[in-house]
């Protein structure tokens, strides 16, 4: 007997103008089949706006459908009725770990679900004790949720799922708004409820390396189910996966690549694991090694690898950092040391990648760079001025150094586009038809579309919302623009088109941009120099491939050296010539060949 | 700025007054009131003040901690005490100009009042330094709940309070990021007239408001997949329950009520 049995699942978003009128219909779900067997780990991908929210939003009755039936554990998910049953026995964890916690104690917000189903005042503390225990937050349960990161935040979220003992519970992209560490945090307890506890799991998400483990998935696009298999079976099919905006693993994309050059690796290799004991199976033997080498592809890599560039520094151009301290409730016992002695110089024109994880104090380092915070102790100078001066005017330091903060979309505030870019300029005192003329430019820079100039931001999707939020920036005019985490809560999709947008800016503008990120891989790719930030310090700092040769170090201070890096280092410990230092797919897959034609 | 204020914001410690139900807590904060302002005479006063100096002391909150809280109504202390000093006329006239007349009685009424609004002040913060927000709104609701009788929302208010308790924090960061944001796009909140600067709140309370209610819509989504229904049939991890604690607080209340009326009957002298 299935969990859930969705047969011909149709929804339909329906928009009105203000007389009542239809404005548009969208189709959220079209015809949706879906059947989920109790104790099963189903996962559903998609980009944003594919429907999976709108399906997931289904199984717990917080939608109903238009067409079609739904049953969640033997009951009508159209009936209204059974809404309370159904959320009884389908939980569901969202998105945004702060918006779904309602309680300001910890074990009081686990306790609401039971509360509301009415178990007696003894089995709520026992069912809050074990789900606490569940999700490993038991020692947190007096905290307030205020004081929690966001992975831990989720899982207390879970904990309060978990204690209305549902069998089955749905995640909604939960990991979207995570760094690194809480991503893994909560897909670990999402697997550890499904094996120790039997709750069947349905995730949703739009990273392919989160459904490795799934047993089945479903991938979704424009309200339809458009691929669904084993995570191997989907695996297999890369330019498919592409097609639908999916993020395919580094692992899988670099096994598809040697595949293409002619090496007799099977589809859909799903871990870095797996492609290392693949590679060195046909690496073993040397006669055979040969062999692979005359018969592969003349395929070229050289045009995909990025190319190092040089940069002069010059004290009159360059942003310098002077052994800059700065501290928090600087002289009471609470104080905390956000930047510790940091020194940095940053030439003119440079793409530097800042990496750290939450609270190392990466967002306080930029905040200095144009006059946010002031240094407890230390210089910073900008086009070798002192921007502690007396006399040096800081508003003139804030168009000079432009900061996108993370969710920019959040500072929009105009009733257009357009106008919300002119804000900026406009506080920089230039007169009326600069200002204009600054604020198209700058929407043309980030491919805004001109039809949607005169449209409210608050109609755009997250990814356009960004770019109108970039813009508000470019429009002042930096050298240098500083962007705080700008992929944070988009699909791969829309990261890779926001990254693309500024590598492109980088090389048309000449301007000097910083991009604070948590994702080495992501970053990796782009920049010249990383500068890894650690407990308010800088501790490594250079080219990507110079700091990821300390991956294992970076993995102490649980940062993640993209896959390849990893790969490379086994393979070369294994016996295999290859470069170590390859921290792209296009370098390693050239330093694979090289190594078997060695 | 408005993390500066601590009046009345709790502190935690494990006193006999921390631990008892706040329902008792809340009762005698209003039994204290009513007190204060039917004692008459130097008799009640001195109950008064006997009374909440061993609260104090019986609560572990340190009273450098309590009179922090008064600093910032010192303003509002001074201009209501001159105004009954100048408005009150008496048998005894020292002074008198226009309107304005200084007594005895004025004299006398400018010193009560001060020690009444003092004494409330630390009387009614002493309530919320010793009991927790969740605390405060679950008393409430449980002290309220026959007025659901006549369909006043008891619960839906009590449920409102301790959201906001939770949402307040997050709401408050969320306007020092917004207010960074627009800084780092030149926005000036600092400077210029009363306009001008009424006019630069705008950048800040529009995506304020819009986040605020994005949140409302999200946590609305999150409680229904809870299965929150209203009040009706939820019951409670840890109800309230009294104890022999709570008897004994009951009848210390109403043994000081008592004897404040007994003093203001026997000997309302000299105020």
Redesign the interface.
Known sequence: MNIITAKQLVHEFIRRDEEGNVDSITTALDHVDLDVKPGEFIAILGHNGSGKSTLAKHINTLLAPDEGTLWVDEMDATLPENAIPIRRSAGMVFQNPDNQIIASVVEEDVAFGPENLGVASADIRERVRTSLKSVGMSKYRNHSPNKLSGGQKQRVAIAGVVAMEPKCIVFDEPTAMLDPNGRREVIATAHKLNQKKGVTIILITHYMEEVVGADHVYVMDHGKIVMDGTPREIFSDIETCKHYRLDVPQSTLLADELRNAGLPLPKGVLTREELRDRLLDLFVDPVRRGQYYQQLNPVSFADRIPKHREYVTDKTKDIIVDHVSYEYSSGTAYRVKALDDVSLEIPRGQFVGIIGHTGSGKSTLISHLNGLLKATSGHIYVNGEDIYDEDYKIKDLRSKVGLVFQYPEHQLFETTNFKDVCFGPRNQGLDEKTVELRAFEALEQVGFPQELFDASPFDLSGGQKRRVAIAGVLAMHPEVLILDEPTAGLDPAGRDEILNLLARMHEEMKITIILVSHSMEDVAEYVDRIIVMNQGKAVYDGEPREVFKRYLELEQISLAAPQVTYLMHELQDSGMPVNPTATTVAEAAETIIAAFGA | MLRDITIGQYYPAESPIHKLDPRVKLFATLIYIIALFVFKGALGFGIITVGLVAMIAVSSVPLSYILKGLKSIVVILIITSLFNVVFTTGDIIFVKYGPFVISDAGIRNGIVIIFRLIYLIMGTSLMTLTT???QLTDGLERSMRHLAKIKFPVHAIAMMM??A??FI??LID?TD??M?????????FETGGLIKRAKAM??LL??LF??AF??AD??A?????????GGV???????LRYGKKDAIAYMIIFAFLAAVIVARILLPWPM
């Open positions: 927790t927000p969740n301790s959201i308790l939770r924090p997050i969320e990021k917004i960074k944001a627009q800084m780092a796009r030149g926005a000036d705008v950048p529009v995506p819009v986040s994005r949140r999200d946590l989504m999150a409680m229904e997949a809870r299965c929150y229904n049939g939820r019951t409670k991890m840890n109800p």
